[in-house]
Nanobody, 119 residues
């Protein structure tokens, strides 16, 4: 069983910073990609940033957010600077990984962490 546990969400004023963390644990053979998605109130889940063979960012966060990974700890981080009210959302950690060497890649999600940016 694989678990993704997120931390670091909260309430911050516009212009402030937050750092999200997500640690993957359990049966993990290899991790292909880790990343962050978010779901603003009343909207669909959207990509924020992913880190695999390359790093990808949503246009709306480029230059403000930075994704990084600690592969030894199976952990991904999201440093969020210059936060805006429109960044308010539930942020979800995502990992695409092989639980064992004989299994294909599977997609896993964390439980989500709330980020609220006040104006």
């Amino acid at each position: 069983q694989v678990q993704l546990v997120e931390s670091g969400g909260g309430l911050v004023q516009a212009g402030g910073s937050l750092r999200l963390s997500c640690a993957a644990s359990g049966s993990i053979f290899s991790i292909n990609t880790m990343g962050w998605y978010r779901q603003p109130p009343g909207k669909q889940r959207e990509l924020v940033a992913t880190s695999g063979g390359s790093t990808n960012y949503a246009e709306s966060v480029k230059g403000r957010f930075t994704i990084s990974r600690d592969n030894a700890r199976n952990t991904v981080y999201l440093q969020m600077n210059s936060l805006k009210p429109e960044d308010t959302a539930v942020y979800y950690c995502n990992a695409v990984l092989q639980p064992t060497g004989s299994m294909p890649l599977y997609n896993y999600w964390g439980q989500g962490t709330q980020v609220t940016v006040s104006s």
